[in-house]
C-alpha cells in the first residue's frame, strides 16, 4: 500500500514540477524526500530508486555538477547531428520577427502577449478612402470586359488608380505616396478582389518590388527620385527575380552583372554588364522600371578583393539598351498583365544597383526581409476578399435558385458548402486583418506570412470550387454575366506565386518555424557555431526542461486536469483552452520530430507538412479568438465562431494522427500518441446544426451575411454593374416573396390554377385572376421574378466568336 502511494505521489509530484518547468531542486527535493520515506517506512525497493532519480536529478539539473560531466559530451554529440544551415537558409531564418507564433511554438501560449497588440482601427483618411477611391475603381471593373475584350484594365481605371495614388499605398507621405497602415492596404486588396486583375494590378507594387526595397534599402537619391514618381504611377514597377531555371529555388539564378567599365559620352563610367533570362514578371509588359537580382561578380576586382558577391538588386530603366521588354504571358483565366524580360550586355552604372555598392550581395536578405511583410499582406487579402465576394454571390444564388420548388439554400447539400465557405472566409478575414494588426504595431511576422500565404490561399481554391458547385451552370458558362468563372480559373497564380504552396507548407512553415520560432534550437544552434559551451549548456538544459514540461502539460490537459485560464469570454474559452493543450503536443512533437529525424527532417516533408499544418491551425485559429474577442458581434456570429474554430481545431488533430501514423520511429511514435492524446482526439468536424443555421444566415438578408460582406463593393453605384448588390437587393425583398411563391405553388398542387401555367410568370397571372394574390403583390413578384431571371440567365454567342484564328473554324454542315 506505502509502495502504491509513494508511487502515485512521485508522479503527481513530478508533473507538476514538470508543468510548471519549476526546476531540478524541487525535483531533487521531492525524489529525495519521498525515497527517504521509502526506505524508513518499509519500502525500500522504490525508496532507493527514488534516490537514485534524485541523484540523477541532481546531476543533470545542477549547472555546477552537468557542466563537468555531461555537457561536454552532449555538445559534440550535437554537432555531430545538427543540421547544417546553408547561409541561404542562415538569411530567410534571420529575417523578420517572432511574435505570437513564438508563443504557440513554445507550447506556453500568453493570450495575453497577442491580445496586447491593440487595434487602434484606420484613420478618417483610410475609412473614406476605402469606401469611395476603392469602390469607384472597383465599380469600373467588368471582369469579361477586362479578361476577355481588352486584356488590360480599361484606360479610364489606369488614370484614376495612377491619379489617386493606389499605386503609392505602402510609400510615406512625404514622397507623395498614401502612407497607408498595413490594415488598410490589406482591406483596399479585399475590397478590389472583385476582379482578380485589380487586385494584383494594384497589390504588386505595393508588395516585394521596388517601392518597398527602396523605401527599406534605397539610397537617398534613389528614394527622392523613383518613390514620388511610383507614388503617383509615373513609373511602373516590376520585379524579376524568377527565370527559366530558378523558379522556387531563386537563389540558384544563373543571371550575372559582372563589374566593369564602359565610356559613356566620353566619360569612362563603372558599372555593371547584365545578361539575364527572367519569365513570369508581372507587370513587365508596361513597366518603366525593372527591379532586377542576379548574382554580381568583380573578376577585375574593380570593388575589391572577393569575385563572386553574391545575389545583388538593381534598378533597371526600361529604356536601356540591351532590354528586351514587353511581349507577354498569358496567366490562366485572367490575363493581367506579366511577361518575360531578356537582357543581353545591359550596361548600367554602378548607382543603379538597390542601396548603392554597400549592398551589393545583400539581395536575397533584402528580399527575405521585404517578404515578411508584402507575403501578409497582397495574396492573403486577395483570398479573404475572393472567399467573401464568392460566399456573397453564391448565397445569394442559393436563395433565387429554386429546384424542387425550394431555394437550393434549403437543401443540406448546398448547405454544407454553403456553411464551409462562410467559416473559410470569417477565418480568411480575421487571420489577415489581425496578422496586419501585428505589422502595425512594428511585426515583422516571418513565419505567419507562410501560413496565411499557402492556407489562405487554399481557403480561396477550396471556396471557388464550392461557389462553382453550387452555381451549377450559372458558373460554368462563361460570359459577361459570369462573375465568377474568371476568377475561379485564375486561383491557381495565386496558390503559385510568393513561394509555391506545395514547398511553402512541406518546406518553410515548420523548416523556419521550427530554429526561428523556437525557443531554444537557434540559442543551440548559435552556441554551436561559436562553440560556447556555457551558452549550449543554458540553452539545452532550458529545452530539456520545455520538452519535459510540454510532455507534461499536453498529458494532464489531455486528461482534463489542470485547464488553463484564459482571457476569453465562454464561448470562446473552450477553444482557447484547448489550444493551449494542442500547442504543448505541438511543441513536444517538434522536439521528438527533430530529435529522431535530426537532419533527416529536412527530406521528411511529409512530417514536416503535418507539423506545419498543426502550427497554421494553431495560429489561424488564435486569429480567430482576437477577433472575436475585440469585435463587434452580431446575431448569428457564434455558430460561425464554433464552426471555425471545431474546423481548425479538428484539422490540427487530423495532422497530429497522421503525424504519428507516420513517424519512422514507432516506439516514440506511440508514447507521443499518448501523451499529447491519451483520450483520443477531441474534436470532430462541426455539427450539420451549426452548418444548417449559418447557411440559412448567409443566403438571407442577415446581419452575419453583412458582416462577412464588411469592406466588399456592395452598393449599385459604379459604371459597371454589380451583382452583389442586386443579391442583396433581392434578399431584402426574399421573405415577402417566399410567402407568395408558397400560395401560388399550394394553389397549382391542388389544382385551383390551369395545368399548363408552369412558368411561374404564368402561374402568378394565373392566381392574381383568381384572386388568391393582390394586384399589389403581383406587380412586386413580377418585379422580383424578373430580376431573378436576370441573374439566373447566361451568355451565348456568335458560332465563330470564341476562335482566335477565324480561318480554323471549322464549318460542320448545321453551322
Ligand atoms: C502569373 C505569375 C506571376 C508571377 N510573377 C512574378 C514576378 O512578378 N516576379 C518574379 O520574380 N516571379 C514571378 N512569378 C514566379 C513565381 O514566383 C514562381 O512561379 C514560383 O516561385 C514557383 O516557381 P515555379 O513556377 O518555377 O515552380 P517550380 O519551382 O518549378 O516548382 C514546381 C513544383 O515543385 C514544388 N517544389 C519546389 N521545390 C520544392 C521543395 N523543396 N519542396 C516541396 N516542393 C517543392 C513547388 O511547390 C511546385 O509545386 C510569377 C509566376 C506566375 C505564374
Redesign the pocket.
Known amino acids: 500500500m506505502l509502495t502504491l502511494i509513494l508511487l502515485i505521489l512521485t508522479i503527481v509530484g513530478l508533473l507538476a514540477i514538470m508543468r510548471r518547468e519549476a526546476g531540478a531542486v524541487p525535483a531533487l527535493v521531492m525524489l529525495g524526500g519521498l525515497g527517504l520515506v521509502g526506505l524508513l517506512l518499509g519500502s525500500p525497493v522504490l525508496g532507493v530508486l527514488l534516490l537514485i532519480g534524485a541523484v540523477a536529478v541532481a546531476v543533470a539539473g545542477l549547472p555546477t555538477l552537468r557542466i563537468r560531466w555531461i555537457t561536454p559530451r552532449l555538445f559534440a554529440m550535437f554537432k555531430r547531428v545538427s543540421p547544417k544551415v546553408s547561409d541561404t537558409e542562415r538569411t530567410a531564418l534571420e529575417a523578420g520577427t517572432v511574435a505570437w507564433d513564438g508563443d504557440l511554438f513554445s507550447g506556453r501560449p500568453d493570450w495575453s502577449r497577442l491580445l496586447a497588440y491593440h487595434d487602434d482601427g484606420l484613420s478618417d483618411e483610410e475609412r473614406a478612402f476605402l469606401d469611395h477611391q476603392c469602390s469607384v475603381a472597383a465599380g469600373m471593373c467588368n471582369a469579361w470586359e477586362i479578361a476577355k475584350e481588352r486584356a488590360d484594365l480599361p484606360e479610364e481605371l489606369w488614370q484614376y488608380l495612377k491619379q489617386e495614388g493606389f499605386f503609392g499605398m505602402i510609400i510615406p507621405k512625404e514622397y507623395g505616396g498614401l502612407g497607408f497602415s498595413a490594415k488598410a492596404q490589406s482591406l483596399v486588396l479585399q475590397k478590389l478582389s472583385i476582379s482578380e486583375m485589380l487586385m494584383v494590378t494594384v497589390g504588386?507594387p505595393n508588395s516585394l518590388g521596388p517601392g518597398e526595397l527602396l523605401l527599406k534599402y534605397g539610397t537617398q537619391a534613389q528614394k527622392d527620385h523613383y518613390l514620388p514618381r511610383l507614388a503617383d504611377g509615373r513609373e511602373i514597377p516590376?520585379?524579376?527575380?524568377?527565370g527559366p531555371r530558378a523558379?522556387?529555388?531563386?537563389t540558384s539564378l544563373p543571371d550575372t552583372g559582372v563589374v566593369c567599365k564602359q565610356m559613356i559620352d566620353g566619360e569612362e563610367v563603372l558599372g555593371l554588364r547584365l545578361n539575364f533570362e527572367?519569365r513570369?514578371?508581372?507587370?513587365?509588359p508596361i513597366a518603366t522600371v525593372v527591379g532586377l537580382?542576379f548574382r554580381l561578380f568583380d573578376p577585375d576586382h574593380l570593388l575589391g578583393e572577393e569575385e563572386d558577391r553574391g545575389i545583388t538588386l538593381a534598378l533597371v530603366p526600361r529604356n536601356t539598351q540591351g532590354m528586351e521588354i514587353g511581349r507577354r504571358?498569358h496567366?490562366i483565366g485572367s490575363p493581367?498583365l506579366?511577361g518575360p524580360i531578356r537582357g543581353k550586355d545591359v550596361f548600367v552604372p554602378l548607382d543603379t544597383i538597390i542601396g548603392g555598392t554597400e549592398m551589393i550581395g545583400q539581395g536575397w536578405r533584402m528580399l527575405v526581409e521585404c517578404l515578411s511583410i508584402g507575403r501578409c499582406i497582397t495574396l492573403p487579402s486577395g483570398a479573404s476578399g475572393t472567399t467573401r465576394y464568392a460566399l456573397g454571390w453564391t448565397g445569394g444564388f442559393a436563395r433565387i435558385r429554386r429546384q424542387f420548388n425550394v431555394p437550393v439554400a434549403e437543401m443540406e447539400g448546398v448547405q454544407e458548402p454553403l456553411a464551409r465557405m462562410a467559416a473559410l472566409g470569417y477565418i480568411a478575414k480575421a487571420a489577415v486583418y489581425q496578422t496586419a494588426n501585428t505589422i502595425d504595431r512594428g511585426e515583422k511576422p516571418a513565419v505567419p506570412s507562410a501560413i496565411l500565404k499557402s492556407q489562405l490561399t487554399e481557403f480561396q481554391r477550396l471556396a471557388l470550387s464550392d461557389a462553382m458547385d453550387i452555381h451549377g451552370g450559372k458558373a460554368v458558362t462563361l460570359g459577361p454575366r459570369n462573375y465568377l468563372g474568371i476568377g475561379y480559373s485564375a486561383n491557381p497564380?495565386s496558390i503559385?506565386?510568393?513561394?509555391?504552396?506545395?514547398?511553402?507548407r512541406?518546406?518553410m512553415i515548420f523548416g523556419q518555424g521550427a530554429i526561428r520560432c523556437h525557443p531554444f534550437v537557434l540559442k543551440e544552434l548559435a552556441a554551436s557555431d561559436s562553440n560556447d559551451l556555457e551558452a549550449f549548456d543554458r540553452a539545452f538544459f532550458g529545452h530539456a526542461a520545455l520538452v519535459f514540461g510540454n510532455a507534461a502539460r499536453a498529458f494532464t490537459m489531455g486528461l482534463g486536469i489542470g485547464k488553463p485560464s484564459v482571457p476569453f469570454d465562454e464561448v470562446a474559452a473552450p477553444y482557447a483552452r484547448d489550444m493551449a493543450r494542442l500547442s504543448a503536443g505541438f511543441s513536444l512533437c517538434a522536439d521528438a520530430a527533430m530529435a529522431s529525424l535530426g537532419a533527416a527532417l529536412k527530406q521528411r516533408?511529409m512530417i514536416s507538412a503535418r507539423l506545419g499544418d498543426v502550427l497554421s491551425n494553431l495560429y489561424l485559429a488564435s486569429m480567430v479568438l482576437k477577433e472575436w474577442h475585440e469585435g463587434d458581434r452580431v446575431e448569428g456570429e457564434a455558430a460561425l465562431l464554433h464552426y471555425s474554430c471545431t474546423h481548425l481545431l479538428q484539422r490540427a488533430e487530423q495532422a497530429f494522427d497522421e503525424l504519428f501514423d507516420n513517424l519512422p520511429n514507432r516506439a516514440l511514435a506511440g508514447v507521443l500518441r499518448a501523451m499529447v492524446m491519451p483520450l483520443g482526439r477531441r474534436w470532430k468536424r462541426p455539427a450539420d446544426r451549426l452548418t444548417r443555421e449559418i447557411a440559412q444566415a448567409v443566403s438571407r438578408d442577415t446581419a452575419l451575411r453583412t458582416k462577412l460582406l464588411d469592406g466588399a463593393w456592395t452598393a449599385n453605384d459604379g459604371a459597371q454593374d454589380n451583382p452583389l448588390a442586386r443579391y442583396n437587393a433581392l434578399l431584402t425583398e426574399y421573405d415577402r416573396a417566399e410567402a407568395l411563391y408558397r400560395t401560388v405553388n399550394k394553389a397549382y398542387a391542388k389544382g385551383e390554377l390551369p395545368r399548363q401555367a408552369l412558368h411561374p410568370e404564368v402561374r402568378l397571372e394565373a392566381a392574381l385572376e383568381k384572386g388568391l394574390v393582390s394586384e399589389e403583390d403581383a406587380e412586386f413578384m413580377r418585379r422580383f421574378e424578373a430580376e431573378v431571371l436576370e441573374l439566373l440567365s447566361v451568355d451565348d454567342f456568335e458560332y465563330d466568336a470564341f476562335a482566335m484564328d477565324k480561318s480554323k473554324v471549322l464549318r460542320h454542315d448545321a453551322a
Open positions: 504588386v516590376c520585379f524579376g527575380l524568377t523558379g522556387s529555388d531563386a527572367k513570369w514578371i508581372t507587370l513587365a537580382a504571358h496567366p493581367f506579366n497564380v503559385t506565386v510568393e513561394g509555391a504552396n506545395i514547398m511553402t512541406n518546406l516533408e
